[in-house]
Structure formats: structure tokens, C-alpha cells
């Protein structure tokens, strides 16, 4: 992962680039079912309403894509982007919004779509932003849920697989922006 200004955790990725020691979590087949599951339950739940998918960069692109080709309703898509920065690898805790989306939520079904869930930290400040700007309803649906590194309370309403405290890259996750492109997804042995 890359969060924001980070130091130790961009060592951890070269030493790990070298030696490529990764073990497969999710295979892609287990993964196409769960997000043709997630789609069902989504389309659902927004029947005509008018919804918005709003993915997280950069990680969700690869998530967004192809749970909205599974979705069985119209809906209208944006990103934004946030960063954290700090001198760790752990989040400073200071989130900052740093790529906006273009439209107005105000009054929208908004479906907030975002790779992993890890600290909690992204997802509280970004739902804390856009709670401000008056939408219909604003729920969270993200692909992968490490709930055991939590540093703020946070529930996402859609979870596609809740997994352990490894770093895991593939299926738009990455280490030091390597990986994003691997249909699976692995855990870095370290
Ligand atoms: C990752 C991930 C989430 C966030 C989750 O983003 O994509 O957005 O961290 O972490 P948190 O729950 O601890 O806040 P990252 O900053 O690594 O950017 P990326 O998606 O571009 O890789």
C-alpha cells in the first residue's frame, strides 16, 4: 500500500519486490462469485433510485469495474482520492481529501466503493465529508474488510471478504504501486 509520505513501509515494499514471496488469500473465480453476490444485493437494495458509485483511487478501480458490470441497475460513477501522511507506516491519522468528485451528492443514493477497510481512518473522514454535503443516504461497500486493525470504530454495509492482518496485494491493492494488475489476490510473506 501507499500511504501518502510514507518511509518505512516503502522499505518493507522494496525488500519484499525482491524476494516476490506471495501465497494466494483469494483466487479470482471465488472472487468473480462474491462480487456477482454483492451486485444482486446492491441492485436490489437501489431499485430505482438514483445512485451513485463513488470509488476510492486508487485501489477500488479494479472492485468498481467489475461489480457495475454485475449491477442490474443504472447508476453514474465517480472517484475520489484521499491520502494520509505521516512519517510511519501506520496512518498518521490525518486523512485529507485530494481528489474531489466533480457533481453534487445533494439528495443522491451514494455507494461509497473502496478496495480495503483497514484502520478505518479513510472511511470516517471521507463519510464525515460527504455526510456534510446532504445526500439521500451514503452507505460504504468494500471489497475487503481487515477488521482486527481498526483504530476508529467503522462498519462498511457491504463487505466482500473479511480477511486477517497480512498485507495483501492484487485486484487493484498494491505494494509500492506494483501488483495492482493480478486478477488474484495474495498475501506478501514476510
Ligand atoms: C488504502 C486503501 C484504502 C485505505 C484504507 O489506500 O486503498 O483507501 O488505504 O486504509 P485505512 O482504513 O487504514 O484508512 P492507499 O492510501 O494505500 O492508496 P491506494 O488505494 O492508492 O493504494
Wanted: hydrophobic letters at 40%; aromatic letters at 8%; one cysteine or more.
Amino acid at each position: 500500500m501507499t500511504r501518502g509520505y510514507i518511509s518505512a513501509s516503502f522499505i518493507f515494499c522494496m525488500d519484499i519486490q525482491a524476494s516476490q514471496n506471495k501465497e494466494i488469500l483469494i483466487r479470482r473465480q471465488a472472487i468473480e462469485q462474491r462480487i456477482h453476490e454483492l451486485a444482486q444485493e446492491i441492485s436490489r437494495d437501489y431499485v430505482g433510485s438514483a445512485l451513485l458509485l463513488v470509488g476510492v483511487l486508487k485501489g477500488a478501480f479494479v472492485f468498481l469495474a467489475d461489480l457495475i458490470r454485475q449491477m442490474t441497475i443504472p447508476c453514474e460513477v465517480d472517484f475520489v482520492r484521499l491520502a494520509s501522511y505521516g512519517a510511519h507506516t501506520e496512518s498518521s491519522g490525518n486523512v485529507m481529501l485530494i481528489k474531489d468528485i466533480e457533481g453534487s451528492i445533494e439528495n443522491k443514493d451514494v455507494l461509497i466503493v473502496e478496495d480495503i477497510l483497514d484502520t478505518g481512518l479513510t472511511m470516517t473522514k471521507l463519510v464525515e465529508i460527504f455526510s456534510q454535503r446532504k445526500p439521500m443516504s451514503l452507505k460504504v461497500c468494500t471489497f475487503l474488510d481487515k477488521q482486527g486493525r481498526r483504530r476508529v470504530p467503522f462498519e462498511a454495509d457491504y463487505v466482500g471478504f473479511t480477511i486477517g492482518n497480512s498485507f495483501v496485494v492484487g485486484y487493484g491493492l498494491d505494494c509500492n504501486e506494483q501488483d495492482r494488475s493480478l486478477p488474484d489476490v495474495y498475501i506478501i510473506k514476510q
